[in-house]
């Protein structure tokens, strides 16, 4: 069974950067879909960012494009999230999740629908 662990996250100020990473274990095959989702204070759902398709390509929510960009480390069965120009409503719990058996991400965006998540990191931008 596939576990993932975020890291990466902190409180940094706006126009900031991080970059989030999830490493994926349980698993030698590292060609499936992996998306990040985020979950605002206050907020019931969690919100897509963005995922990659085992292929590569990448798609991205309207509030990531320009600023956020999803890469992956295939050796290291690691999947990132460089996050540029921050603002303070980009402060959420980032969460990983991924489709193991899956090459794209067809359950996009609904992320109860993706087989498994990590427990999320947090990211808090100060204006």
């Known amino acids: 069974q596939v576990q993932l662990a975020e890291s990466g996250g902190g409180s940094v100020q706006a126009g900031g950067s991080l970059r989030l990473s999830c490493v994926a274990s349980?698993?030698?095959?590292?060609?499936?879909?992996m998306a990040w989702f985020r979950q605002a204070p206050g907020n019931e759902r969690r919100e897509g960012v963005g995922?990659?398709?085992?292929?590569?390509?990448?798609t991205y929510a309207d509030s990531a494009k320009g600023r956020f960009t999803i890469s992956k480390d295939n050796a290291k069965n690691t999947l990132y999230l460089q996050m540029n120009s921050l603002k303070p409503e980009d402060t959420a719990m980032y969460y990983c999740?991924?489709?193991?058996?899956?090459?794209?991400?067809?359950?996009?965006?609904?992320?109860?629908?993706?087989?498994?998540r990590g427990q999320g990191t947090q990211v808090t931008v100060s204006s």
């Open positions: 995922y990659m398709n085992s292929d590569g390509s990448t």
């Open positions: 999740a991924a489709d193991p058996g899956l090459r794209r991400c067809i359950r996009w965006p609904v992320e109860a629908d993706f087989r498994t």
């Open positions: 349980g698993t030698a095959d590292s060609n499936y879909c």
